[in-house]
């Protein structure tokens, strides 16, 4: 274990090596719409010491104009180019890799617009592709008919695999759910995952900002997405206290933070 001075030692190093922050949103900078203390000023000065900053986030349940609002509504001063939801790293994916136009869709009526403007064409049959979102208006008619094409075969994608969605009354069910879901109906899991901590996000984070991933550092709440993701492409990992992990879970996990804080307020000391 670290000496406090050592730790601090080594929390100043990564914050003045570190080119790019990538927050997560729920959980790290606010929950549900209330902001964290601190939050917002902690993004200024980043900014203010010239270095990129990143909102990155799982949640595929609303369009980017959405979170946009959202986010300067809560005074996180943000610009289009800051913001990358896993919706995004998804079409930017099917685009990239698969070169498909014909997806059927499991969202809202908000991000299936996301995915037709970025030239993706949704589609109600026939599909080359299906992809399932955090679609807060899932209808049992939609888990049928995706639940039908994936056991037909078609390739399956999913924008995340987060289990929970984190509220302040009690966690939301999110696409892992509804992925155990359609294993149980088809026996099939996704073909690729795009969200924290795969690989198409870290390729999509890549391709956006052209930064070594050792001058990278996720911000994040949750051990097995952003942790992970953190440590699985070489990034720092810095893990705040104030979403759905406690003591005893970092102590349980496999998942190991580069650096522990109670919250993102806590990193003034070191900017």
Request: hydrophobic letters at 40%.
């Amino acid at each position: 274990m670290l000496k406090d001075n050592d730790e601090k030692n080594l929390k100043k190093k990564i914050f003045d090596q570190t080119e790019l922050f990538l927050f997560d949103l729920d959980g790290t900078l606010y929950v549900g719409d209330t902001l964290i203390d601190g939050a917002a000023k902690v993004v200024e000065r980043l900014k203010a010491a010239k270095k990129n900053v990143c909102f990155l986030t799982n949640n595929s349940s609303k369009a980017r104009s959405e979170y946009m609002q959202k986010l300067r509504k809560m005074g996180l001063p943000v610009t289009d180019g800051e913001l990358f939801i896993s919706a995004q790293s998804t079409y930017e994916y099917l685009l990239r890799e698969r070169r498909e136009k014909r997806v059927w869709l499991a969202a809202t009526d908000e991000v299936k617009d996301d995915f037709r403007a970025a030239g993706i064409d949704v589609v109600e049959n026939d599909p080359e592709t299906v992809v399932l979102a955090f679609d807060t208006s899932i209808t049992y008619q939609k888990i049928d008919t995706l639940c039908r094409y994936v056991h037909q075969g078609v390739f399956f994608a999913a924008t995340h695999s987060d289990l929970n969605c984190p509220h302040p009354i009690s966690p939301m069910p999110d696409v892992g759910s509804f992925i155990a879901l359609v294993k149980a109906v088809t026996g099939r899991e996704p073909d690729a995952v795009c969200g924290k901590p795969f690989k198409p996000c870290a390729d999509g984070i890549a391709a956006r900002y052209k930064v070594e991933n050792k001058k990278i550092a996720m911000v994040g709440d949750r051990l097995y997405t952003d942790i992970r993701f953190g440590n699985n492409f070489g990034y720092s990992s810095i893990l705040v206290m104030t979403g759905e992990t406690a003591a005893d879970m970092l102590g349980n996990s496999p998942d190991k933070p580069t650096l522990t804080f109670g919250t993102v307020a806590d990193f003034l000391e070191f900017i």
